[in-house]
C-alpha cells in the first residue's frame, strides 16, 4: 500500500503535528505543477465507442468416399472513436483547454481452403490433410487534436482550433501452406507429421517465406493387455513431439524503412517534406524459428478422481526478433534485426482430484506448477580474445543469463558515522550516503561491480478448490509467483516522489538521519537525488493473491421449469481481494505507475430457456 507523507515523522520536520500542513504553501510537495485530481474524476473525460462485425462463412465437398474440400472466410470488422476532454479547470497552471479524437478501422479477413482425406481399414486408420490459407491485416487511425477553446461547454474538436493530426494506414498479408499425415493403430499408437510453409509480407523480399516441419508420436499405454484389467487405472498416456514454429511477430516495414513527416517554411508558404525515420531498415530481416522437444505423460486413476498431466520441454530459438539499439553516429537510433540464440526448458505439472464425492457432497482440488528457465546461448557470434561470447551491455543483452533483465550495482545498506569509509570502497561516501556491494572484491566500485537480475519468476503455481452441495457451489482459486524482480520507481524517482528531495509525495521512508540512523533509505538531500539511488528500486517480484472467489446457487429444475427456464443460476464472484507481496506499489502484476489492477465484486444471473 501507498502512504503519502502528509504528517510529519521527525522533530525538525516543519509540519503542524495535528494536520501536518505546511507553514507555507510553497514548502508543500502539493505546490508544484499538478492537475487537481478531484477536477479531473468529474471533469476529465476519456470516452471510447466502439462498433464491430464478426462473421463467417463456410461449406464441405464431399468429393469422393472419405475426401472432402471444406473452403472458409471469416471476416472481423471494427471501428471505434475515442474521444479525450483536458479542460483547463482541472490544471493549477493550465491556461488552455485540450480536445483529441482518434477515429480507428480495423479490417481482417482470413480465407481457408482445406483438402481432407479419411480411410479407416481394420485396426489402422489414416488422415491426410493439405490446404492454404490467406489472412489479411488492415488498420486505419485518424488522430486529430484542438485548443484555444472559446468556451468549456462545447468539450469536442468542434469548439476548439484544430492544431495537429496524422493519419496511419498499416496493412499486412501472410500465405500458408500446410500438409499433415496422421496414422494410428487401434487408437493405441499415433504417429503424425506436419509441414508448414508460411509467407509473410513483413519480412524482407528474399526471406519471406519460413518453413516448419514437426512430428508426433503417442502410446495410450492403459490399452495394453497386461494393464487393460486394472481398475485403478483409468488412462496412461505418453506424447513425445518434436518440431519448430515460426513467429512474425514485428510491426509491418520493418524491412522498408519509414520516414517522418516535417513542416518547414519557403517563403510565405509552409510545405511538407519527409526525411528517415529514426529506426533504420533491414532488408534481410526473416522469421524468427523455435525448434521444439516435448515429452508428456497423461495419467487417470480411480475412475479419473486423480488425473493431470506432467510434461517436459526444451525449446531452441534462433534469429530472434528484437528492437536493437545502435550509435546514433549512423544516424539512426534503433534497427529490428534477427539477433541471438534461446533456450529455454521446464517443466509443467496440472494435478485434478476429488478426494470426497458422494451422492449430494462433491470436493475438488486442482494444483498447477510451473518453471521455466530460459538462457541467451550466444548473441552475434563476436567472441573476446579468450573465445568467449561478448555480452551486449547496451541492450542488456548476457550470455548465459535470461532475455528479460535488469543490470545495475546492489544496494547494500547505509553508510553511518561510525564506520571506516576512508579505507572502504567508497572513500569519497559520507553517512547517510547509499552503500553499494563490491561484488568483484577489488575495493572499489566500478562498473564491473554491476549484477544481472532476473526479471521473470522462478516458478509460479495455482492451488484451486470447489465444493458442491445440492445446488450450491463454492470455489476459490489461489495463484503464487515466487521469484523475479521488479523495478519500483516510486522507490526512486523525481515524478512518483522517489528520490527523496522532498518536492513531491511518495511513499513513506524510513530514511537515516543523524538521530535515525536507517540502514533502509539515504538521507533526504533537496537539491539532488542520492548517488546509486536506482539501486533501491529492485524489489523481490513474488507473491500469493487470490484471484477468485464465487459463491453461486443452481435452483432445482421442478422449481423453475413451470417458468420454461431450463437453468436459472445466481451468483457472486470476488476478484483479487487479498494479495501478498512485498513490493510497495499497487499491484505486483503490473508496472508500477500504471492503472491500479481492480478488487472487484460481481453478482450476476444466467437463466437458460
Known amino acids: 500500500t501507498l502512504e503519502y507523507n502528509l504528517a510529519p515523522t521527525k522533530a ?20 508544484d505543477n499538478q492537475d487537481n485530481p478531484v477536477r479531473i474524476a468529474h471533469e476529465y473525460k476519456n470516452e471510447t465507442s466502439q462498433n464491430r462485425i464478426v462473421g463467417g462463412l463456410n461449406f464441405e465437398l464431399k468429393l469422393a468416399k472419405g475426401l472432402t474440400f471444406k473452403p472458409s472466410l471469416a471476416i472481423d470488422i471494427m471501428s471505434s472513436e475515442n474521444s479525450i476532454w483536458y479542460p483547463a479547470s482541472i490544471g493549477k ?9 482518434t477515429m480507428t478501422r480495423k479490417l481482417m479477413w482470413i480465407n481457408e481452403n482445406i483438402l481432407t482425406y479419411q480411410k479407416e481399414f481394420g485396426d489402422h486408420n489414416i488422415s491426410a490433410v493439405g490446404g492454404m490459407t490467406i489472412q489479411s491485416n488492415q488498420l486505419n487511425k485518424l488522430y486529430t487534436s484542438a485548443y484555444h477553446f472559446a468556451t468549456e461547454s462545447l468539450p469536442s474538436i468542434n469548439g476548439g482550433v484544430v492544431n495537429g493530426g496524422s493519419y496511419n494506414k498499416t496493412e499486412d498479408r501472410m500465405l500458408s501452406y500446410i500438409a499433415r499425415l496422421t496414422y494410428d493403430y487401434k487408437r493405441k499408437y499415433m504417429v503424425q507429421g506436419v509441414f508448414r510453409a508460411d509467407g509473410s509480407s ?17 502410446w495410450r499405454i492403459n490399452e495394453e493387455s497386461f494393464l487393460r484389467n486394472a481398475k485403478w487405472l483409468s488412462n496412461l498416456k505418453l506424447r513425445l513431439s518434436y518440431g519448430a514454429v ?7 516495414y520493418k524491412s522498408l524503412g519509414l520516414t517522418d513527416r516535417y513542416l518547414t517554411e519557403f517563403g510565405d508558404k509552409t510545405v511538407i517534406g519527409y526525411l528517415p525515420g529514426t529506426e533504420l531498415l533491414n532488408p534481410d530481416l526473416k522469421w524468427e524459428t523455435s525448434t521444439s522437444a516435448n515429452i508428456g505423460l497423461d495419467f487417470g486413476f480411480f ?7 506432467i510434461e517436459y520441454y526444451n525449446t531452441k530459438t534462433t534469429d530472434l526478433l528484437v528492437n536493437k539499439s545502435i550509435p546514433s553516429s549512423l544516424g539512426y537510433l534503433t534497427q529490428t534485426v534477427n539477433l541471438a540464440e534461446m533456450r529455454n526448458n521446464g517443466i509443467e505439472i496440472t494435478l485434478n482430484t476429488t478426494p470426497i464425492k458422494t451422492g449430494n457432497f462433491r470436493w475438488d482440488i486442482n494444483f498447477t506448477f510451473s518453471k521455466n528457465k530460459n538462457e541467451i546461448k550466444k548473441i552475434d557470434g563476436q567472441v573476446d580474445e579468450n573465445g568467449k561470447p561478448l555480452d551486449d551491455v547496451n541492450n542488456k543483452w548476457f550470455v548465459g543469463h535470461p532475455m528479460n533483465v535488469y543490470y545495475d550495482y546492489v544496494f547494500d545498506g547505509i553508510w553511518q558515522k561510525d564506520d571506516d569509509i576512508a579505507n572502504s570502497h567508497m572513500p569519497t561516501a559520507t553517512p547517510g550516503s547509499i552503500k553499494l556491494l563490491d561484488v568483484n572484491k577489488d575495493n ?21 478448490t470447489a465444493f458442491h452441495y445440492k445446488g450450491f457451489d463454492l470455489s476459490a482459486d489461489l495463484y503464487i509467483s515466487h521469484g523475479g524482480t521488479i523495478y519500483n520507481p516510486y522507490l526512486t524517482t523525481f515524478e512518483n516522489g522517489g528520490d527523496l528531495t522532498a518536492k513531491r509525495n511518495g511513499i513513506r521512508r524510513n530514511y537515516w538521519t543523524l538521530n535515525n540512523p536507517s540502514n533502509e533509505a539515504p538521507a533526504p538531500n533537496m537539491t539532488q537525488a542520492p548517488a546509486y ?3 533501491l528500486g529492485y524489489q523481490d517480484a513474488s507473491y500469493v493473491r487470490l484471484r477468485n472467489v464465487t459463491f453461486g446457487y443452481n435452483f432445482p429444475h421442478s422449481l423453475i421449469n413451470k417458468a420454461y427456464m431450463q437453468t436459472l443460476r445466481l451468483y457472486m464472484t470476488l476478484s483479487n481481494f487479498w494479495t501478498k507481496t512485498d513490493v510497495q506499489a499497487y499491484g505486483p502484476e503490473q508496472t508500477p505507475g500504471d492503472y491500479p489492477e481492480p478488487r472487484s465484486v460481481l453478482f450476476g444471473l444466467n437463466v437458460t430457456f
Open 246 to 252: 515460426g513467429n512474425q511477430g514485428v510491426t509491418p
Open 12 to 31: 525538525t520536520d516543519s509540519r503542524d503535528p495535528e494536520t501536518g500542513a505546511f507553514p507555507t504553501l510553497t514548502d508543500s510537495p502539493l505546490a
Open 444 to 464: 572499489q566500485i566500478t562498473a564491473d561491480d554491476r549484477v544481472v537480475m532476473q526479471r521473470d519468476p522462478k516458478w509460479i503455481g495455482t492451488v484451486g
Open 93 to 101: 497552471n493550465r491556461t488552455d483547454s485540450e480536445a483529441s479524437t
Open 202 to 218: 513483413r519480412f524482407g523480399k528474399n526471406n519471406k517465406y519460413g518453413y516448419f516441419p514437426s512430428g508426433a508420436f503417442a
Open 303 to 309: 475412475d479419473g478422481r486423480i488425473n493431470g498431466t
Open 533 to 535: 539511488i536506482t539501486s
